[in-house]
């Protein structure tokens, strides 16, 4: 069956994704993903959610502008190959680019990528990062705020 694809655009669709946790992780590329919210399974369907998203992003730790969009280039280009015929209809998938995406031959991309979207729908969803902080006021030990001055 293939499904007709289309770009994630806006930032809060991406941390929609990031925020389900569900992930799998490849040599050349990280693929998020995560069922659209108010779509109903296929058979119950009408035409009109019968598309995937797929939304592309690369840090700046992986290089600076051209290195990133040559990264970018090239995930689009296995996605737009595989994910007519392997994305899931209905869900939003967001796909990292790494450190080592550049220098990865393209075939091995193409079988990452094939991986990534057919175990992404029975993934667990990954720990929550205790690491980070919670959004809000963070409070330090002792009563005082972090930057020396006492709580009010």
Known sequence: MTVTVERLKKR???????????????DGLILQGAPRPGIQPEDQSAGEDRFARIGFTVTKKVGKAVVRNRV??????????LAPDMA?????????????????????LVDDMRTALRRIPDAKPSPADRSRPVRGRAKAKGGQRRAGGPVK
């Not at 970018?72 to 190959?81: F, G, K, P, Q, S």
């Not at 899931?88 to 091995?108: K, N, S």
């Open 12 to 26: 809060a669709e991406f941390l929609r994704v990031a925020g389900t946790r569900r992930k799998w992780v490849t």
């Open 72 to 81: 970018r280039r090239r995930l689009r280009a296995v996605a737009d190959l």
């Open 88 to 108: 899931l209809p209905g869900w939003d998938y967001v796909v990292i680019g790494r450190q080592q995406t550049i220098e990865r031959p393209f075939e091995a």
